[in-house]
């Protein structure tokens, strides 16, 4: 019939007019406004025959799965495609992209292949399934247009054999797809997906772009000379991007934003073919930074995970001034520690020292790791809020069904469980590393049981121990917040939106040995316990004399040498109270320099004469080498501790007296006035006891002779 082959080929052109793609999306920006941003049109001609291997691939691990009475499509299994192979970057990307579009229209796609009797087929079996959903997809995408074959490429014959199959039948299947819009008064087939998953796609189209500055590479002044020739201006934010323009970031110096319609004349451009400007998302740079924002000279950082290798690229150019070294977890393979050492290499980095280790399992007394003060934990997380997924998969080195967690929207609960009981056990491995300092902890996740629970639950366990002091949260800090030395925020976070991704950010560091939270007697006790006193007897009250002595009777016969001078401190701090911690600890080091053992003999040096009309000696207050988990504690304790460095006692002399009839000196020096100072004793080790009270105080005025040796 003529005729009715006429109205169809009309019909086949309408279907390919009005499947075109909309060249301009209105998205709402934070302020409400409404703003049209342009997208630029690609033709589209096909990809090679690895591609849709690839992406074949892809798809059959991600696919809906449906229950059996609704299996109609079946897609066998993956046993007839090989492991994937990518020829490079682009065609790597293009797979996932192909894959997850697969993906999004599986019903639809489903439902015309049925509809127009293309599916089932007896010459297709069903392991083949997956290549025909994606190759049909990227056929209605091209209009049903005949791609462009690539000779340079030898031809894969599974690709050739369904292409040829769907060209046979491109009529009917246009025919089919124009009579379901129709039916469904639908303008194009990107109106079937769901609200959610529609706005998420608008959003990710029209996120900006977000890169940083490989300073290895070149300087933050000739980016902006070299953007300035191209022909960019520079503007306040992403509210003012027009078309070749750019703005600064606002907590990260490093990091600039570009409007997303330049990603490929950017990506093409010599800036990124020199690695001097690389594509990453924030929350990336974020956390980089907030870790180096807690570096001292000299310090290294452990990094949990390989995750991102650009992640760690710019944490080491971020930190090759301080003579930090990185130290990165989790390489398993040599050939994968080989490609990362050219990819650094390449890109200039060298403070970076690989592990193959997993990082639970390194034992927080690893001797390579001594000198770390800093852990970036950037476990693996649902990803939820990512602003590109592609780009995070292919970057973090995650796996694919992150595509099908995102189509739906949602993480199954055990999956999520899974996660989170992950990340918990990371980060409470972190705490147990006594002499580290601090932990970032990021992800991309919406979930609170990824972020704050796991903070919260971690900071409980107590699992850092006893011996060394506690974790708590402290706001982080960024190189150009400028409003981060006076937050009081203990998480940071940004919900996804217009202008970025998700990102979860939580600081825990440790707190510090100070008079607000360390009560003073178990600064004293430690200090005793460590030899800080250096045997120092100190005096006591007649009460605590006599329960002494009580003490000492009911345990005569045995040896006390390290448990009395513990009871001796107990005693002194019942009646001597130091409110401050810092001139607490000084004076007790004072008095354990002024002792030097040699060849076990006390040397005495000069004592400090209380009549000599001098101040008493005061602890020094070490304000110029604070480290910055320091500072950051110092932001929020200032006005307490104000108050304590105004009120500081002054210590009384100890008087050390020997026991009456050991001291190698005898009847020379029985008539002669005792002194305050420690008596020169060799070869004996015997305990030294207090003196008499009625004796042991001096009066003021007279000065204590320098005992001779």
Not at 386 to 392: K, L, Q, R, S, T
Not at 583 to 595: D, L, R
Request: net charge positive; aromatic share 6%.
């Amino acid at each position: 019939m003529p005729g009715s082959k006429s109205n169809l080929m009309s019909l086949h052109e309408d279907v390919i007019n009005d499947t075109s793609d909309l060249s301009e999306m209105k998205i709402s920006d934070e302020k409400g406004s409404v703003e049209k941003r342009t997208m630029t049109l690609i033709e589209k001609n096909g990809y090679s025959d690895s591609v849709y291997i690839n992406a074949a691939k892809i798809f059959q691990g991600i696919h809906t799965e449906k229950c059996k009475e609704r299996i109609l499509v079946r897609y066998g299994d993956d046993s007839v495609f090989p492991m994937l192979t990518f020829k490079d970057e682009y065609s790597q990307y293009v797979s996932y992209e192909l894959a997850f579009s697969a993906l999004k229209y599986q019903d639809l796609l489903e439902e015309i292949l049925l509809d127009s009797c293309v599916y089932p087929c007896q010459s297709i079996p069903d392991e083949l399934t997956s290549l025909l959903v994606v190759m049909f997809y990227d056929l209605q995408d091209r209009k049903f247009q005949a791609r462009d074959i690539f000779g340079e490429e030898e031809p894969v014959a599974e690709v050739r054999k369904i292409e040829r199959y769907l060209h046979s039948f491109k009529t009917k299947l246009a025919a089919t797809l124009a009579r379901w819009r129709i039916k469904h008064n639908a303008l194009s087939i990107e109106y079937i997906l769901p609200e959610t998953i529609r706005k998420q796609e608008q959003r990710a189209s029209a996120l900006p772009l977000c890169v940083w500055i490989n300073t290895f590479k070149i300087s933050l002044q000739d980016v902006f000379s070299d953007l300035k020739k191209k022909g960019f201006s520079r503007v306040e934010s992403v509210s003012d991007f027009d078309c070749y323009t750019y703005c600064m970031d606002q907590h990260c110096h490093d990091v600039l934003f570009f409007p997303p319609a330049l990603k490929e004349q950017l990506l093409n451009s010599d800036l990124f073919a020199d690695c001097k400007l690389l594509l990453q998302d924030k929350s990336r740079s974020l956390a980089v930074h907030s870790a180096q924002a807690l570096l001292n000279t000299g310090d290294d950082i452990i990094v949990a995970h390989v995750g991102s290798h650009l992640t760690i690229a710019h944490l080491s150019a971020l930190t090759v001034h301080t003579m930090s070294r990185i130290f990165v977890c989790g390489v398993k393979s040599s050939s994968e520690a080989d490609e990362l050492r050219n990819l650094f290499n390449h890109m200039g980095c060298k403070n970076i020292q690989l592990l193959h280790e997993d990082f639970t399992e390194i034992a927080p007394t690893d001797p390579r790791l001594q000198e770390a003060k800093i852990i970036l934990l950037l476990p693996q997380c649902s990803g939820l809020g990512v602003g590109n997924p592609i780009d995070f998969i292919l970057h973090e080195h995650r796996d694919a069904g992150l595509l099908r967690d995102l189509f739906q929207g949602s993480v199954p609960e055990d999956k999520l469980s899974i996660l989170a009981e992950r990340q918990l056990k990371e980060l409470m491995h972190a705490m147990k590393f006594n002499k580290v300092q601090a932990i970032v902890y990021c992800t991309c996740s919406v979930y609170p049981e990824e972020n704050e629970l796991v903070v919260k639950k971690a900071l409980e366990s107590g699992v850092e121990g006893n011996k060394v002091q506690p974790y708590r949260l402290i706001p982080p800090v960024f190189s150009t917040c400028s409003n981060s030395e006076s937050s009081t925020e203990t998480f940071f976070k940004m919900e996804p939106s217009e202008i970025s991704g998700s990102c979860f950010l939580a600081v825990l560091g440790r707190e510090k040995d100070s008079a607000e939270n360390v009560p003073v007697k178990d600064i004293l006790a430690r200090a005793a316990a460590k030899g800080l006193l250096g045997g120092i007897v100190l005096e006591k009250s007649n009460e605590e004399a006599k329960n002494q002595r009580v003490t000492q009777a009911t345990q005569r016969g045995r040896k006390t040498t390290g448990g009395g001078a513990e009871a001796r401190t107990a005693g002194f701090l019942h009646h001597q109270p130091v409110p401050n911690v810092e001139a607490e600890v000084s004076v007790c080091k004072a008095q354990a320099k002024n002792v030097n053992r040699t060849n076990g003999c006390v040397q005495p040096r000069k004592t400090i004469d209380p009549a000599a009309g001098r101040a008493p000696p005061r602890a020094r207050k070490h304000t110029p080498h604070l480290s910055p988990v320091a500072k950051a504690h110092e932001r929020q304790t200032r006005p307490r501790k104000a108050g304590a460095e105004r009120k500081r006692l002054v210590l009384k002399p100890v008087e050390i007296v020997l026991p009456p009839g050991i001291t190698p000196y005898g009847r020379s020096q029985r008539n002669k006035p005792r002194t305050s100072a420690l008596r020169c004793v060799r070869g004996w080790t015997g305990r030294m006891f207090p003196a008499p009270l009625s004796k042991a105080v001096r009066p003021a005025g007279l000065s204590s002779p320098r005992p001779r040796l």
